[in-house]
């Protein structure tokens, strides 16, 4: 089983639409978990980072943790063309070494049409 | 807002040779990291570099591969006798505390 799973898509939806983007995990050592963006040939962008159970908002977006389910979630509310991307999901373990390596998921390519 | 800086942004190498990757992470940070991300698949782990040494390294960072933090702003990853598989975009990465804040990445082509 893969540590991180993440359907890669593509999606496609209007603008305007709420879109919902997944992962699923199964080391139940991660505990940090975090939503990038990245557009082609560039670096992820951070979009959010949460540590514990439950919703956390900024703006347009919702980020959601089921730590019981091993399952998070990425809401985009009135999503714009320029949401327009690849979606990544990372999450890391509690490090001694301080270091939280991230586990990555594949992501999941975005298209909102205008 | 501060950045993390990669340069060259591409390079083309033939194989067996040696490259140097560099990164300016930003100024405040304490972590350092490389990541690489091969055409199409998952961004995966290499290294990570605090305190002037390596933290944690995965089973792709090998005896071919280094990281050095020479000045206390630049941060280098160096391929010694890079290889056809090499080929991938390498995105440097830094953090103080919370998410990491990524560069754009060197896209590495090996010849």
């Known amino acids: 089983q893969k540590e991180v799973e993440q359907d890669p898509g593509p999606l496609s939806v209007p603008e305007g639409a709420i879109v919902s983007l997944n992962c699923t995990y199964s080391?139940?050592?991660?505990?940090?978990f975090m939503w990038y963006r990245q557009y082609s040939r560039k670096g992820p962008e951070l979009l959010m980072y949460t540590y514990s159970s439950g919703n956390k908002e900024d703006g347009r977006f919702t980020a959601q943790v089921d730590k019981s389910s091993k399952y998070i979630s990425l809401f985009i509310r009135d999503s714009q063309p320029s949401d327009s991307a690849t979606y990544l999901c990372?999450?890391?373990?509690?490090?001694?070494?301080?270091?939280?390596?991230?586990?990555f998921g594949k992501g999941t390519k975005l298209s909102v049409i205008p | 807002e501060p950045e993390v800086t990669q340069t060259p942004s591409h390079q083309v190498t033939q194989m067996g040779q040696e490259v140097i990757l560099r990164c300016v992470p930003i100024?405040?940070?304490?972590?350092f990291y490389w990541y690489r991300q091969i055409l199409g698949q998952k961004v995966e782990f290499l290294v990570s570099?605090?305190?002037?040494?390596?933290?944690?390294k995965s089973e792709i960072f090998d005896d071919q591969f280094s990281v050095e933090r020479p000045d206390g702003s630049n941060f280098t990853l160096k391929i010694r006798s890079t290889k056809l598989e090499d080929s991938a975009m390498y995105f440097c990465?830094?953090?103080?505390?919370?998410?990491?804040?990524f560069g754009s990445g060197t896209r590495l082509t090996v010849v």
């Open positions: 570099f605090y305190n002037n040494e390596i933290s944690e």
């Open positions: 990465a830094s953090r103080l505390q919370g998410g990491y804040t």
């Open positions: 100024s405040n940070h304490l972590y």
């Open positions: 080391n139940s050592a991660f505990q940090y």
């Open positions: 990372a999450m890391s373990p509690f490090s001694g070494a301080g270091s939280y390596q991230l586990t």
